[in-house]
Antibody, heavy 120, light 108 residues
Framework: QVQLVESGGGLVKPGGSLRLSCAASGFTFSDYSMSWIRQAPGKGLEWVSYISSSSDYTKYADSVNGRLIISRDNAKNSLYLLINGLRAEDTAVYYC?????????????WGQGTLVTVSS | EIVMTQSPATLSVSPGEGATLSCRASQGVSRNLAWYQQKPGQAPRLLLYGASTRATGIPARFSGSGSGTEFTLTISSLQSEDFAVYYCQQYFDWHALTFGGGTKVEIK
Protein backbone atom coordinates (compact mmCIF):
# COMPACT_ATOMS: atom_id res chain seq x y z
CA GLN A 1 0.00 0.00 0.00
CA VAL A 2 1.05 3.60 -0.50
CA GLN A 3 3.13 4.89 2.38
CA LEU A 4 4.75 8.27 2.94
CA VAL A 5 6.94 8.78 5.99
CA GLU A 6 8.34 12.19 6.85
CA SER A 7 11.35 12.85 9.05
CA GLY A 8 13.76 15.61 9.91
CA GLY A 9 11.59 17.91 11.96
CA GLY A 10 12.63 19.32 15.30
CA LEU A 11 13.38 22.44 17.31
CA VAL A 12 15.39 25.04 15.44
CA LYS A 13 16.46 28.57 16.32
CA PRO A 14 15.25 31.49 14.21
CA GLY A 15 17.46 31.98 11.18
CA GLY A 16 18.48 28.35 11.08
CA SER A 17 17.96 25.76 8.37
CA LEU A 18 16.38 22.35 8.29
CA ARG A 19 16.01 19.61 5.71
CA LEU A 20 12.91 17.49 5.80
CA SER A 21 12.70 14.09 4.14
CA CYS A 22 9.83 11.95 2.95
CA ALA A 23 10.35 8.26 2.20
CA ALA A 24 7.85 6.82 -0.26
CA SER A 25 6.86 3.21 -0.80
CA GLY A 26 4.05 1.14 -2.27
CA PHE A 27 3.95 2.93 -5.63
CA THR A 28 6.24 3.91 -8.49
CA PHE A 29 7.60 7.11 -7.00
CA SER A 30 9.14 8.35 -10.24
CA ASP A 31 5.70 8.39 -11.90
CA TYR A 32 4.20 10.97 -9.56
CA SER A 33 4.55 14.64 -8.76
CA MET A 34 4.82 15.47 -5.06
CA SER A 35 4.10 18.37 -2.76
CA TRP A 36 4.70 19.66 0.74
CA ILE A 37 1.80 21.09 2.73
CA ARG A 38 2.10 22.55 6.21
CA GLN A 39 -0.26 23.14 9.11
CA ALA A 40 0.52 25.54 11.92
CA PRO A 41 -0.64 24.40 15.38
CA GLY A 42 -4.43 24.64 15.57
CA LYS A 43 -4.64 26.18 12.10
CA GLY A 44 -5.62 25.16 8.60
CA LEU A 45 -3.66 23.71 5.70
CA GLU A 46 -1.21 25.67 3.59
CA TRP A 47 0.35 24.33 0.40
CA VAL A 48 4.00 25.37 0.20
CA SER A 49 5.77 23.53 -2.62
CA TYR A 50 5.45 21.22 -5.63
CA ILE A 51 7.87 19.19 -7.72
CA SER A 52 7.16 17.32 -10.92
CA SER A 53 7.94 13.63 -11.31
CA SER A 54 11.24 14.26 -13.09
CA SER A 55 12.17 17.38 -11.11
CA ASP A 56 11.97 19.56 -14.21
CA TYR A 57 9.35 21.82 -12.66
CA THR A 58 9.09 23.21 -9.16
CA LYS A 59 6.68 25.69 -7.65
CA TYR A 60 6.50 27.50 -4.34
CA ALA A 61 3.91 29.48 -2.43
CA ASP A 62 4.60 33.21 -2.41
CA SER A 63 4.45 33.16 1.39
CA VAL A 64 7.74 31.28 1.67
CA ASN A 65 9.64 34.02 -0.16
CA GLY A 66 12.33 31.93 -1.82
CA ARG A 67 13.46 30.32 1.44
CA LEU A 68 12.43 26.79 0.47
CA ILE A 69 14.02 24.33 -1.92
CA ILE A 70 12.15 21.19 -2.89
CA SER A 71 14.00 18.27 -4.42
CA ARG A 72 13.67 14.56 -4.94
CA ASP A 73 15.78 11.48 -5.57
CA ASN A 74 13.80 8.99 -7.59
CA ALA A 75 16.48 6.34 -7.16
CA LYS A 76 15.95 6.55 -3.40
CA ASN A 77 12.17 7.07 -3.55
CA SER A 78 12.63 10.18 -1.48
CA LEU A 79 11.36 13.74 -1.39
CA TYR A 80 13.09 16.59 0.40
CA LEU A 81 12.38 20.12 1.58
CA LEU A 82 15.17 22.46 2.61
CA ILE A 83 13.94 25.40 4.66
CA ASN A 84 16.33 28.31 5.13
CA GLY A 85 16.04 31.39 7.29
CA LEU A 86 13.52 29.77 9.60
CA ARG A 87 11.02 32.09 11.26
CA ALA A 88 8.54 31.59 14.08
CA GLU A 89 5.74 31.52 11.51
CA ASP A 90 7.29 28.44 9.90
CA THR A 91 6.36 26.45 13.01
CA ALA A 92 4.04 23.75 11.70
CA VAL A 93 3.54 20.11 10.91
CA TYR A 94 4.92 19.52 7.44
CA TYR A 95 3.20 16.88 5.34
CA CYS A 96 4.43 15.35 2.13
CA UNK A 97 1.69 14.32 -0.25
CA UNK A 98 1.34 12.60 -3.59
CA UNK A 99 -0.13 14.71 -6.36
CA UNK A 100 -2.56 13.34 -8.91
CA UNK A 101 -2.02 14.64 -12.42
CA UNK A 102 0.87 16.24 -14.23
CA UNK A 103 0.27 19.71 -12.80
CA UNK A 104 -0.22 20.83 -9.20
CA UNK A 105 -3.71 19.57 -8.45
CA UNK A 106 -4.94 17.65 -5.42
CA UNK A 107 -3.38 15.18 -3.04
CA UNK A 108 -4.48 11.57 -2.82
CA UNK A 109 -2.03 10.26 -0.18
CA TRP A 110 -0.46 12.09 2.73
CA GLY A 111 2.23 11.21 5.23
CA GLN A 112 1.70 11.58 8.97
CA GLY A 113 3.77 14.73 9.06
CA THR A 114 6.86 15.99 10.85
CA LEU A 115 6.76 18.87 13.33
CA VAL A 116 9.04 21.85 12.87
CA THR A 117 9.27 24.24 15.82
CA VAL A 118 11.12 27.51 15.43
CA SER A 119 12.00 29.09 18.73
CA SER A 120 14.93 30.60 20.52
CA GLU B 1 -4.44 34.09 -5.09
CA ILE B 2 -7.88 32.53 -4.93
CA VAL B 3 -9.33 32.76 -1.44
CA MET B 4 -11.47 29.85 -0.29
CA THR B 5 -14.03 30.56 2.40
CA GLN B 6 -15.79 27.76 4.26
CA SER B 7 -18.95 28.00 6.30
CA PRO B 8 -19.95 27.45 8.93
CA ALA B 9 -16.78 27.28 11.00
CA THR B 10 -18.43 24.73 13.27
CA LEU B 11 -21.43 22.52 12.63
CA SER B 12 -23.12 20.62 15.46
CA VAL B 13 -24.92 17.52 14.24
CA SER B 14 -26.47 14.51 15.91
CA PRO B 15 -25.37 11.05 14.76
CA GLY B 16 -27.63 9.80 12.00
CA GLU B 17 -28.48 13.30 10.80
CA GLY B 18 -27.20 14.87 7.61
CA ALA B 19 -24.75 17.75 7.26
CA THR B 20 -24.18 20.33 4.54
CA LEU B 21 -20.86 22.18 4.37
CA SER B 22 -20.21 25.14 2.08
CA CYS B 23 -17.12 26.37 0.30
CA ARG B 24 -16.93 29.59 -1.68
CA ALA B 25 -14.14 30.67 -4.01
CA SER B 26 -13.21 34.33 -4.50
CA GLN B 27 -13.19 33.71 -8.25
CA GLY B 28 -14.39 30.90 -10.47
CA VAL B 29 -12.50 27.61 -10.23
CA SER B 30 -14.71 25.62 -12.60
CA ARG B 31 -14.97 22.19 -10.94
CA ASN B 32 -11.33 22.09 -9.87
CA LEU B 33 -12.14 21.53 -6.23
CA ALA B 34 -11.22 18.83 -3.73
CA TRP B 35 -12.50 18.03 -0.25
CA TYR B 36 -10.50 16.50 2.60
CA GLN B 37 -11.33 15.11 6.01
CA GLN B 38 -8.95 15.49 8.93
CA LYS B 39 -9.30 13.86 12.33
CA PRO B 40 -7.31 15.02 15.37
CA GLY B 41 -3.67 13.97 15.19
CA GLN B 42 -4.07 12.54 11.70
CA ALA B 43 -3.17 13.60 8.21
CA PRO B 44 -5.91 14.82 5.90
CA ARG B 45 -7.66 12.24 3.74
CA LEU B 46 -8.91 12.95 0.23
CA LEU B 47 -12.69 12.61 0.00
CA LEU B 48 -13.70 14.14 -3.31
CA TYR B 49 -12.07 15.72 -6.35
CA GLY B 50 -13.51 17.35 -9.43
CA ALA B 51 -16.10 18.76 -7.04
CA SER B 52 -18.10 15.54 -6.96
CA THR B 53 -16.00 12.44 -7.70
CA ARG B 54 -15.40 10.27 -4.66
CA ALA B 55 -11.86 9.12 -4.03
CA THR B 56 -11.07 5.45 -3.69
CA GLY B 57 -12.76 3.85 -0.70
CA ILE B 58 -14.89 6.85 0.24
CA PRO B 59 -18.44 5.86 1.28
CA ALA B 60 -21.40 6.95 -0.82
CA ARG B 61 -22.79 9.01 2.06
CA PHE B 62 -20.24 11.68 1.06
CA SER B 63 -21.31 13.69 -1.96
CA GLY B 64 -20.24 16.95 -3.52
CA SER B 65 -21.79 19.48 -5.84
CA GLY B 66 -21.19 22.90 -7.31
CA SER B 67 -19.06 24.67 -9.86
CA GLY B 68 -17.61 28.11 -10.38
CA THR B 69 -17.56 29.76 -6.98
CA GLU B 70 -20.05 27.82 -4.86
CA PHE B 71 -19.55 24.26 -3.65
CA THR B 72 -21.20 21.94 -1.18
CA LEU B 73 -20.13 18.82 0.64
CA THR B 74 -23.05 16.77 1.91
CA ILE B 75 -22.74 13.97 4.42
CA SER B 76 -25.90 11.95 4.72
CA SER B 77 -26.58 10.19 8.02
CA LEU B 78 -23.41 11.02 9.97
CA GLN B 79 -21.53 8.13 11.49
CA SER B 80 -19.33 8.45 14.58
CA GLU B 81 -16.20 8.33 12.41
CA ASP B 82 -17.38 11.34 10.36
CA PHE B 83 -16.90 13.87 13.15
CA ALA B 84 -13.82 15.73 11.98
CA VAL B 85 -12.63 18.89 10.26
CA TYR B 86 -13.32 19.22 6.55
CA TYR B 87 -11.28 21.33 4.14
CA CYS B 88 -11.92 22.36 0.55
CA GLN B 89 -9.04 23.08 -1.83
CA GLN B 90 -8.97 24.66 -5.27
CA TYR B 91 -6.57 23.59 -7.97
CA PHE B 92 -7.85 25.80 -10.79
CA ASP B 93 -4.97 28.20 -10.15
CA TRP B 94 -2.22 25.64 -9.94
CA HIS B 95 0.40 28.36 -9.46
CA ALA B 96 -1.09 28.92 -6.01
CA LEU B 97 -3.06 26.04 -4.56
CA THR B 98 -5.25 27.22 -1.69
CA PHE B 99 -7.33 25.63 1.03
CA GLY B 100 -10.36 26.87 2.89
CA GLY B 101 -10.16 27.50 6.62
CA GLY B 102 -12.07 24.34 7.47
CA THR B 103 -15.40 23.35 8.96
CA LYS B 104 -15.43 21.35 12.15
CA VAL B 105 -18.29 18.86 12.35
CA GLU B 106 -18.91 18.08 15.99
CA ILE B 107 -21.33 15.91 17.89
CA LYS B 108 -24.45 17.74 19.01
Amino acid sequence: QVQLVESGGGLVKPGGSLRLSCAASGFTFSDYSMSWIRQAPGKGLEWVSYISSSSDYTKYADSVNGRLIISRDNAKNSLYLLINGLRAEDTAVYYCARVLGIAPTYFDYWGQGTLVTVSS
Amino acid sequence: EIVMTQSPATLSVSPGEGATLSCRASQGVSRNLAWYQQKPGQAPRLLLYGASTRATGIPARFSGSGSGTEFTLTISSLQSEDFAVYYCQQYFDWHALTFGGGTKVEIK
